[in-house]
């Protein structure tokens, strides 16, 4: 059995990063908005970091699905098999 090397797509790695770092901003948005600070800054009513946490996120999300290795395909890049013709 042949051991064929196949490479993940980086923007799958990056779709996972921009995730994470989505879901930390929007709950330190969250947790911002729950808790507000006794001097408020400008524009504190808009809540920046929860709107910019949400669209980190969503992009993230589908940058991740739209990249998501495929069949046959692990994390590693290695799948199992004949090579294909």
Do not use: N, S
Not at 2 to 12: G, N
Not at 38 to 66: I, N, P, R, S, T
């Amino acid at each position: 059995m042949q051991t064929q090397e196949k490479q993940v797509p980086i923007w799958f790695f990056i779709g996972t990063l921009l995730a994470v770092y989505g879901l930390i901003i929007t709950g330190a948005g969250i947790y911002g908005w729950m808790h507000p600070p006794e001097q408020k800054v400008a524009l504190w009513d808009l809540h920046a970091d929860v709107w910019w946490g949400a669209l980190l996120c969503l992009f993230g999300l589908v940058y991740v699905l739209k990249f998501w290795p495929r069949q046959g395909e692990g994390l590693t890049g290695k799948i199992d098999g004949p090579p294909p013709r």
